[in-house]
């Protein structure tokens, strides 16, 4: 079936600069890579074969779960695990992020059976005393279950031991930490260094706390029992306050040693929950982290067998507005499972690229799929490479603004915007999701654009003053509780930015650079038949209208790493408004990705 996609007006544009992110985690230019996956380790050598650049090895990551082997096995392990990244950089790898756990004690009882006397002199407790407590001191048990217990990120004695791991991964090579999870317990630890530093984040908000003479530790305790919400709000804070402690102590061992950590999101849907339940706030952990990393266990692009088309378009652009421009990177597996074919691969890939982020992979292989999974992953990644220059430094159009009210996370755990963006997704509207932080300084920029909420309740008393002043200036709003919202966003686009007739599957991506526009156009019709095979049904005669801000329509070429699909010069026509100019051209054949170069 051809829909006819309306996109609204030309009105927001966001530009998207990487002026201040190291080149090597560029759009493009970094192809992440786990390198180890269950039995399978140290794969760095299948991970550049596959056009990767960037490994996240595990050397003395589990090791430091379950307290560290002997000393003088630590001292071998260092040279293995010395000589393993020496040849993995040697051969092109870029940068290595060494895992770390950030809570796990794995076996208690024999954690710190091979700690030298000195080593155990730098602790002022016992590690059974570094656990997350529950209201009345006790351990709380852990999430995973069997051996694993959680340590507390707050204690002081934890951070010491994270430090010392944090100094062996980057004394024997890697470039920074990536920081497995940095969860809070479902039900809040109430450890007495949590209990301090909940009564300073309170007194930094200006609430004045009567302590009691006796007993404070009890009545901190009962204080976060009564303050449920500003309790929920401290735990969003220790992951990030963990991680800013580790970042500046990394780079007394490696300057400018790279921190990021699990950001989990293993569902869109956990979009806000994962804040109440684990403590997992992407936005307060990323003003901390130098890349933002999430992974998703489903949402992987490509089309179910009974016709329903998943994405993880809508979910990267929510992300970019929490994410404080820090370089974003996703796993965005199918149904749990760690191996990936390579044609939904690559279109990972690419989607990723389109809305300006990276993917990050699992090129751990059996040994029997590796080398046929290389040669079908590998052309996409040199793609991506080869044309960086289409990737970064770019404009994306906005013709939309979709109001995020992230910090709602608070009163629920249900984020409406996730529903809207994907259908804004689903219909090729370009949009820019914005949270509280930059809201009104954004519709301010963009008095005559539409913006898109879920209703009037979204917005504080101070975003209603911006909004009123934003209509005021001929801004539209629109809200999504409405009936028929969808339609009365295309009645009130005054241009439209882009006309896309093609099946239901095809995605839109629009950027700009200077006298260029660029589309990224993506083909989700790929369905996943097993771990390692998959069927791509390419889109035929796609049709597309865009606006594009320059008078003069030079060139139009397609370039793609798919062999059989549109490539070269492409016939298009075009007519002049004012200073703009609105394009028609016709593609012939698109397999999983093409981006179209107009000059």
């Known amino acids: 079936m051809r829909t006819l996609i309306v996109i609204a007006c030309l009105f927001s544009l966001h530009l998207l600069s990487t002026a201040d992110v190291p080149r090597e985690l560029r759009v493009g230019i970094a192809g992440h890579a786990f390198d180890h996956l269950g039995g399978i380790g140290d794969q760095a050598d299948a991970a550049i074969a596959s056009g990767m650049t960037i490994i996240y090895p595990g050397c003395f990551g589990q090791m430091g779960a379950e307290g560290l082997p002997a000393p003088k096995e630590i001292e071998i392990l260092r040279k293995q695990f010395s000589d393993y990244l020496a040849g993995a950089k040697k051969n092109g790898i870029k940068l290595a992020l060494a895992y770390v756990c950030s809570t796990s004690i794995v076996k208690l009882e024999t954690f710190d059976k091979n700690w030298s006397q000195e080593f155990r002199g730098q602790f002022s407790t016992p590690p059974a005393q570094w656990l997350q407590q529950d209201r009345e001191g006790k351990p709380l048990p852990s999430w995973y279950g069997g051996n694993y217990l959680p340590a507390c990120k707050n204690n002081p004695d934890w951070r010491t031991y994270e430090k010392f791991m944090v100094k062996l991964q980057l004394e024997v090579g890697n470039d920074g930490i990536f920081f497995d999870n940095p969860t809070v317990h479902p039900q809040g630890c109430y450890c007495e260094h949590c209990m301090k530093k909940f009564a300073r984040f309170l007194e930094d908000e200006g609430q004045k706390i009567d302590f009691p003479k006796t007993n404070s530790l009890a009545f901190l305790r009962q204080l976060a029992v009564n303050q449920p919400k500003d309790f929920l709000r401290f735990r969003s804070t220790t992951a990030r306050d963990f991680m800013a402690d580790m970042r500046t102590y990394a780079r007394t061992i490696k300057p400018g040693a790279l921190i990021t950590c699990n950001n989990s999101l293993n569902s869109p849907e956990a979009f806000f929950s994962q804040s109440r339940s684990m403590g997992y706030n ?12 999430v ?4 949402n992987q692009p490509r089309v179910l067998a009974n016709g329903t088309v998943m994405e993880y378009g809508p979910v990267y652009e929510l992300l970019r507005a929490i994410s404080h421009n820090k370089p974003l990177v996703a796993v965005t597996i199918a149904d749990g499972d760690y191996h990936t074919p390579p044609n939904l691969m690559r279109l990972a890939m690419a989607e990723a690229a389109a809305h300006q982020a990276s993917y990050l992979s699992w090129p751990t292989w059996p040994e029997d799929q590796r080398s046929r999974m290389i040669s079908g992953v590998r052309p996409e990644a040199i793609f991506l490479r080869e044309n960086a220059n289409l990737l970064n430094e770019t404009t994306q159009r906005a013709d939309v603004l979709l109001f995020l009210p992230f910090q709602n996370w608070v009163e629920t755990d249900q984020c409406k915007s996730l529903e809207i963006a994907r259908t804004l997704s689903r219909s090729n509207v370009q949009f820019e999701a914005v949270a509280e932080e930059n809201f009104s300084k954004k519709i301010q920029a963009n008095p005559r654009s539409v913006l ?4 009037p309740d979204a917005f504080s008393a101070p975003e209603k003053m911006a909004v009123e002043k934003f209509k005021k200036r001929g801004g539209n709003i629109i809200f999504t509780s409405e009936k028929n919202w969808l339609t009365e966003l295309e009645s009130v686009a005054k241009k439209s930015a882009a006309i896309l007739q093609g099946p239901s599957t095809l995605r839109l991506v629009v950027h700009d650079q200077p006298k260029k526009t660029i589309v990224h156009l993506l083909n989700l019709n790929v369905q996943r038949l097993s771990s390692f095979e998959d069927k791509v049904t390419a889109a035929s005669d796609v049709r597309l209208q865009v606006r594009v801000p320059f008078q003069r ?21 075009f007519k002049r408004e004012k200073n703009e100019a609105v394009l028609v051209v016709t593609i012939p054949r698109i397999a999983l990705s093409t981006i179209l170069v107009i000059e």
């Open 282 to 293: 992407i936005f307060e952990m990323s003003k901390v982290e130098d890349l933002v990393v």
């Open 295 to 298: 992974e998703d266990m489903a």
């Open 452 to 455: 898109v909420a879920e209703s």
């Open 553 to 573: 329509v030079r060139s139009v070429k397609a370039i793609t790493a798919d062999s059989g699909a549109t490539q070269g010069l492409v016939q298009f026509t």
